[in-house]
């Protein structure tokens, strides 16, 4: 099968690229705009790569279709929340909102079937375990930037979920943020949070996704809600962080996401947080600890 991953030196797309391109049953190109500071990851992936791809350029989108006929196109491009560009209206809008649908545009155009991520930030937090039949509450740009964005019809797949992972150059997200700490931090013991690890993803998808073309649509994809303190307690026990954790309840919000449509559809049952925890660490033992030294 011929796999387009868009937006391969991303967290997410990196962790999906280098996984899938790992699989032996899969054929992956991952496109990227540029490797500066970051060519130590592709190093044994090079035959795999489209260079100097620019998001807003579709011409060169579409050429980067055409020129390797996927079956499948995974869009990991997106502004996240942690960085500035993202309130930017006119970015937001073009990036989250407007490329998925004239991805799905192209994709239906070339006989593909797109795979887009949306964001449990699509919800405001005041409920918890959210369904695909809830109404989006979120207010600020962002969330509804990803909302506008989501492709639920035709063939194509959005995943609505939230992420935790490693970059390549950067420590914004929970995880490397969380490593990069010294001596005390906070962890929220009122924030829950239902997110997979990217590398579970990229073993769903080879597993259960890519060859169920039926899966389509707009799906919650999560694992057992569990709160912030926990989820970084966890993570210094198997990463071996020597760090101390002061329990904080000021942050109150509850975005965990109900994925029993898609586990009943996949007859899938997720593993603990402990498992996501240890085979997340043992990802990062193998693909970013010798390029970041």
């Known amino acids: 099968m011929n796999v387009l991953i868009l937006g391969a030196t991303g967290m997410l797309g990196y962790s999906l690229f280098s996984n899938l391109a ?35 350029d579709i011409a060169s989108l579409e050429e980067a279709i055409v020129t390797t006929k996927p079956e499948v196109v995974i869009n990991c491009i997106g ?66 930037s990803k909302c506008l964005g989501e492709v639920n019809y035709g063939r194509h797949l959005t995943l609505r979920t939230s992420i935790i992972g490693h970059e390549l150059d950067s420590a914004v997200s929970l995880v490397d943020w969380f490593l990069s700490q010294s001596g005390t931090v906070n962890g ?29 649509g707009l799906y919650h994809l999560s694992v057992e809600p569990i709160n912030k303190h926990s989820l970084i307690s966890l993570v210094a026990d198997i990463y071996g962080k020597e760090i101390e954790i002061n329990e904080s309840t000021q942050l109150v919000i509850d975005r965990s996401l109900d994925s ?34």
């Open 260 to 293: 029993s449509r898609l586990r009943q559809a996949l007859d899938l049952t997720v593993p603990s947080w402990r498992e996501l925890i240890e085979f997340m660490h043992n990802d990062y033992l193998t693909r970013y600890v010798q390029c970041k030294n």
């Open 188 to 216: 929220f013991s009122k924030a829950v949070f239902s997110g997979v690890p990217t590398c579970y993803i990229a073993k769903l998808l080879a597993d259960n996704i890519l060859n169920k073309p039926e899966i389509c």
């Open 79 to 144: 502004l996240i929340k942690q960085h500035d560009i993202a309130k930017q209206h006119v970015a937001a809008i073009e990036i989250n909102a407007l490329l998925p649908h004239q991805l799905a545009a192209l994709c239906d155009q070339y006989g593909a079937r797109l795979i887009h991520f949306s964001t449990d930030c699509v919800f405001d937090g005041k409920q918890g375990m959210y369904q695909e039949a809830d109404l989006p509450t979120a207010t600020d740009l962002y969330g509804k």
């Open 22 to 56: 790992d699989n032996s049953a899969l054929n992956v190109t991952g496109t990227v705009r540029s490797l500066t500071g970051k060519a130590a990851f592709f190093a044994q992936y090079q035959k795999h790569l489209l260079q100097g791809i620019d998001v807003t």
